[in-house]
């Protein structure tokens, strides 16, 4: 038997194997929020008494055979190796990211090392592919033109899914929602909507979703900061009225300044994705399957319960 000729065989069993069956294993990943503390998602229907008495075996098991399957095809291709050919020759995946933005992903002050979900869920993908990740630190700004410029492989930096994103890069399932709220000062009464922004002065990071949105507002002056905590610093200083962020990054910040409230509803509903260059079809699959089985094996919901002080979670 040739080395080509295996993912073909592979394949044919594989295809046997009947997912529509009740219980069998779901084939994407749950998205993450700090609002249920349910366990999202089902067992996969076991296949042996081995696989019943350890599922993680069984989750590490199914995700080897589609990483193997993906290795034997592009081993056996004329073409130029893309880049999850070169990844997994080389043992390293590069991952842009903006490490501003606590809780996802922010420099630890003692060490100096990146921490934050977003980096402990890019290490456990990386794990999964048994390649290690190295972080290539960029403004949020820049971040899409890095990738597109070959500066890095990935980027996770709380990154929202949007049909605007989708037509220059391709985005993973989603594995977190998250939401723009308003901050401003405690001592601030009056504002408690987008409404109540009309002829304010409104921080925003450049370049976000919340920046999108702030630009909406009808004779709001915005000003937009390279990085957040900057814009909380001019809000306490009474430099502006209000500050439109993700909800969590907010809290976080608030929570080790204070100084500040959130308040209001929130304004919208977010999916976080990690980003590929489009393309690049087999890395985005590799990483879309990583992230099936950490929600399956339950990693995924420990790694929310060690970031976030609310466990939530959605369906």
């Known amino acids: ?27 994407s990943a749950a998205v993450v929020n ?5 366990r999202a998602g089902t067992r996969a229907r076991l296949v042996s008494s081995v696989f019943q008495r350890s599922p ?9 055979l589609i990483v193997s399957f993906i290795l034997f095809s592009s081993g056996c291709s004329t073409k130029k190796p893309d880049a999850f ?6 043992k390293k995946l590069l991952v842009g990211t903006d490490a501003t933005y606590p809780p996802f992903e922010s420099k630890d002050v003692s060490t100096g090392k990146i921490v934050g979900f977003d980096i ?16 290539i630190v960029v403004p949020f700004d820049g971040i899409i033109s890095g990738l597109n410029n070959n500066k890095y492989d990935a980027v996770i930096s709380a990154f929202t899914i949007t049909p605007q994103r989708e037509k220059v890069i391709d985005f993973s399932e989603p ?12 001592d601030q009464q009056k504002i408690n909507s987008l409404i109540d922004l009309k002829a304010k002065k409104v921080g925003v990071q450049l370049g976000t979703t919340g920046e999108l949105l702030a630009k909406k507002i009808e004779g709001a002056e915005i000003i937009s900061f390279d990085n957040i905590g900057a814009a909380f610093i001019d809000l306490e200083n009474g430099k502006l ?3 439109i962020n993700d909800k969590p990054t907010s809290q976080r910040i608030i929570a080790l300044k204070g100084n500040a409230k959130i308040v209001g509803p929130d304004l919208t509903s977010e999916n976080y994705g990690i980003a590929v260059r489009k393309g690049e079809k087999r890395l985005l699959e590799a990483i879309n399957n990583a992230l099936t089985s950490l929600q399956l094996s339950g990693e995924l919901e420990d790694l929310n319960n060690k970031w976030f002080s609310v466990q939530t979670r959605i369906q």
């Open 1 to 27: 038997m040739s080395l080509c000729s295996m993912p073909r065989i592979f394949k044919q069993n594989f295809d046997k194997i009947n997912f529509a069956e009740p219980g069998a294993l779901p084939t």
């Open 34 to 38: 700090p609002s249920s503390s349910r």
């Open 56 to 64: 993680k075996v069984f989750y590490n098991f199914f995700f080897l």
């Open 85 to 90: 050919q070169r990844i997994i020759q080389q």
């Open 120 to 135: 402990d869920l890019m290490d456990a993908i990386c794990d999964k592919l048994g390649v290690k990740c190295e972080y």
């Open 175 to 186: 594995y977190y929602q998250a939401s723009q709220s308003i901050a401003v000062r405690l």
């Open 241 to 243: 009225d209000a500050i």
